[in-house]
Structures are given as C-alpha cells and as structure tokens.
C-alpha cells in the first residue's frame, strides 16, 4: 500500500514462468533425492523431536546434502546451501569438515554486514563456491553467479520454498538454468506431509 501511494497502482504481474519464457530469468531445475528410511524417526511423534532427529541431526541427510553439494561444484557450479537452524548450519559445516577435510563458510544472523558483503563478492566471483547460510541469505541477495540452491532445511512454507527457489535464478552469460535440490524426507508423517507441499509447489509452477 505505501508503495502503491508512491509509485501509483501495479499495472501487471510478471510470473516466474513468464519472466523464463521471457528470458528475464534463468530456467529452474529441480533434483530430488530420496533420504534413506529411519525407523527411529517414524515412531517420533513431537514435531521439535522430529526436526531435531531427521533434518538438524541426520546424518544421512547430512551426508547426501554435503556430498550433493561436492558434486555441483565439481561441475564448476557454485552452491548456497539453505538452513533454517543454525545448529544444522554448524552440523553441516563440521560433517565437511570431518569427512572431506574441507572448511565450508556459514553465514547467519550473527554474521557481521562488513563480512557478508566480503562472502556475497567471493562468491559472485567464484573464488568460494559453497556457502551454508541461514535466512539472512534467503531474500533481497543477488549473486547473479550463483549456479544451485539446495535446500537443507526442508519446511513446508510456500513463501519460503518460493524465496530459495529464486535464489540461483538470475539469468547471466553462459548460465541458462539455475539448479534447485531438495530432498524426499519419507520416514515420519510430518516430514513427509512437509515434502508434499514443497512437490505440490514445484509441480504448480512446471518445474517437475
């Protein structure tokens, strides 16, 4: 309404499916990938329990998201890894760390301004390119460079799956698709509940 008191009514709506056609914005893709079945996490029946027990400290999960990420950048891509805990960021980077000897940067909200923009330009660069970060990076940051976005996280929001989803969409020179990841989270009635919405999304924008 403010916006619309200064700049005057909005005149038309540009779809992310239009601005693809239109070539204003890079083509998604969308990968998804199964997570094995844990018969621990299907008796759990408090939703904290479950998030903490089959996305923050998964390792399975970990493992696949980690190494998904090793495969993207071994084609030359470079990767924003989508957390909505920070313990799962920390988890994220030591599993890293642990298994390929490789210190991967996380940015959260405690991230000082300074430092993010210093990450935001390395990774427009390309000089790092696998960055862990929490919400801070999920909106109103443009790395038009940035190839794939996986989203770690899981949920169920619209809005926000929307906001990942956009992230490596900006259409560049010699980048014609951006690469979504996200994963099939099976073994409990919430996360899989929270794996249909986030299908159901991509399924009514095309892209699967």
């Keep these: ?19 693809v056609e239109m070539r ?12 094995p079945h844990s018969e621990k ?5 408090k939703y904290p329990d479950v998030y903490e027990e089959g996305i923050v400290h998964n390792r399975a999960r970990n493992r696949l998201i980690v190494r998904e ?46 430092v993010r923009t210093k990450i935001r330009a390395s990774m427009k660069d390309k000089v790092v390119r696998i960055v862990i970060a929490t919400a801070v990076f999920r909106e109103g940051v443009n790395i038009p460079s940035l190839n794939a976005v996986i989203n770690a996280g899981g949920g169920k929001s619209e809005t926000m799956v929307k906001q990942i989803s956009g992230r490596p969409l900006t259409l560049t020179e010699g980048k014609d698709e951006g690469i979504i990841v996200d994963f099939l989270d099976l073994s409990n009635n919430y996360l899989i509940r929270h794996t249909g919405e986030r299908i159901g999304f991509y399924s009514d924008m095309g892209w699967i």
Excluded: C, W
């Excluded at 309404?1 to 601005?19: F, H, N, Q, R, Y």
């Excluded at 204003?24 to 997570?35: S, T």
């Excluded at 996490?41 to 029946?45: A, E, G, M, S, V």
């Design 41 to 45: 996490l299907r008796k759990l029946r």
């Design 1 to 19: 309404m403010v916006l619309e008191g200064t700049l005057g009514p909005v005149i038309t709506k540009l779809s992310i499916e239009d601005a």
């Design 24 to 35: 204003v914005l890079a083509k998604p893709k969308v990968r998804l990938i199964k997570v």
């Design 69 to 114: 990420a090793l495969t993207l950048v071994g084609k030359g891509y470079s990767v924003l890894i989508m957390v909505t805990n920070i313990d799962h960021g920390k988890e994220l980077a030591l599993l890293a760390d642990r298994l390929y000897n490789m210190g991967l940067t996380f940015v959260q909200g405690s991230t000082e301004n300074e």
